[in-house]
């Protein structure tokens, strides 16, 4: 059987890849976990932990919350350069 040339079965042709990078630097061909958005090995197993239970939080500059923020602070900014050209 030669893994390569055969076809694979339409379910995983349809399948959402998970995408998460790998060591080599390539993206991850295997088929995400059902309703996730990674495979198993890629943390679609696990619950994502958000805010400041997560390891990796560090400072809150990067919560969702700071990142509208900034947005919604740009957004204004930008109004009232144009409304001051007027
Ligand atoms: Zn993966």
Redesign the pocket.
């Known amino acids: 059987m030669n893994r390569l040339t055969d076809p694979l079965p339409k379910l995983l042709t349809n399948a959402k890849l ?1 995408g ?1 990078k790998t060591r080599a630097g390539s993206s ?1 061909r ?1 088929p995400a976990l059902r309703g996730k958005s ?2 198993r ?2 943390g679609g197993l696990s619950i994502p932990v958000w805010g400041a239970a997560n390891g990796a939080y560090r400072h809150g500059g990067m919560t969702n919350e700071a990142i509208e923020l900034r947005r919604e602070v740009s957004r204004l900014l930008k109004q009232i350069r144009n409304d001051a050209h007027v």
Do not use: D, P, Q
């Open positions: 998970c998460a991850c295997c990674r495979c090995r890629h």
